[in-house]
């Protein structure tokens, strides 16, 4: 009975989508706190050695996986995850 009344009245849907926004804005603020180290160190040895700039662009965007990690979580339960069907 307590189950039918949580997904009749919208809770749980609810739960789900603020779950899928908290999963993609804190891996967007993981992965800025990431980068931020990341490109300061990078500018710094591209400005000494430009020949590491591929390297160092590569080393950029490896926290913006991250990002797309958490974007997938929050689709995975925005449209594929139907609770109680």
Known sequence: MV??????????Y???AVGAGLA???AGI??????QGIGA???GVVA????FLGKGLFLMLL???????????SLILMFA???FA
């Open 3 to 12: 189950v039918e009344n949580i997904v009749d009245g919208g809770i749980l």
């Open 14 to 16: 609810g739960l789900i």
């Open 24 to 26: 993609t804005g804190l």
């Open 30 to 35: 993981g992965a800025g706190v990431g980068e």
């Open 41 to 43: 160190a990078v500018v």
């Open 48 to 51: 000494e050695e430009p020949g």
């Open 63 to 73: 926290p913006e996986t991250l990002i797309i990690f958490g974007l997938a979580v």
């Open 81 to 83: 995850w139907t609770p």
